[in-house]
């Protein structure tokens, strides 16, 4: 079965880059969420979106922002990033009117 | 605001043994509940889930919860624990309520380690 896809796997940056994190949700599922998960934490709850459209924000700083597409991938944006941007991030989906989420492998970013 | 309690941070436990981990939410309407386990540089896999009906819910690999509603309450059980189930284990929770969006509120985590 099809699963959430996210990528890169893994990436490097420096300190006041840019990073672009992409998901691909599992065909059919129309929302989209993103949590960050620091070195031994729980994840937390970034953004969510729904047919394309922002549903719920978290504890998302404002040098990110996301969006999802027609095809509803989504992207996030992270620019000046800071070595505590250091973290795991995941991607999940569901299908429409269902509250269980699909985590994708996560990105690993890594801030030097 | 919502928030989920894992009292276990870390559990040690030889092969065969028991396993029960706690985990209480704060949220007082409709929960949606869920345990997901996280092998060491993987993701999150779900072990089991609650919606409704039947508070003893099963899961993959030996998995079982139940959902106690009057204390709040969705503990983790496996009755013989086995090395490969070393990970970290997480209690989540999707409350419902006007606004409602599907987010998880995640417990802060346990970490089992199963002695061989």
């Known amino acids: 079965a099809a699963g959430v896809i996210q990528s890169p796997r893994h990436l490097i940056k420096e300190k006041r880059e840019t990073a672009t994190l992409k998901c691909y949700p599992i065909?059919?599922?129309?929302?989209v969420y993103w949590y960050q998960q620091g070195p031994g934490q729980d994840p937390q709850f970034l953004i969510s979106f729904y047919e394309k459209m922002q549903s719920d924000k978290g504890s998302i700083p404002d040098r990110f922002s996301a969006q999802q597409f027609s095809d509803y991938h989504s992207e996030l944006n992270m620019s000046s990033l800071e070595l505590g941007d250091s973290a795991l991030y995941f991607c999940a989906s569901s299908p429409p009117a269902y509250n269980e989420q699909f985590f994708g492998p996560g990105t690993r970013l890594t801030v030097l | 605001a919502q928030s989920v309690s894992q009292h276990n941070h870390h559990v040690i436990l030889s092969e065969a043994a028991s396993l029960e981990l706690g985990c209480n939410y704060s949220y007082g309407g409709t929960v949606n509940l869920f345990w997901y386990v996280q092998y060491p540089g993987q993701h999150l896999q779900l072990l089991l889930k609650y919606f409704s009906g039947d508070p003893l819910v099963k899961g993959i690999k030996g998995f079982e919860a139940e959902f106690i509603k009057s204390k709040f309450s969705f503990n983790l059980r496996k009755p013989s624990v086995q090395w490969s189930d070393t990970a970290e284990y997480f209690c989540?929770?999707?409350?419902?309520?006007?606004?409602?969006?599907?987010?998880?509120?995640f417990g802060q985590g346990t970490t089992l380690q199963v002695k061989p």
């Open positions: 065909p059919r599922h129309d929302t």
């Open positions: 989540a929770v999707i409350s419902h309520g006007s606004g409602n969006t599907g987010k998880l509120i």
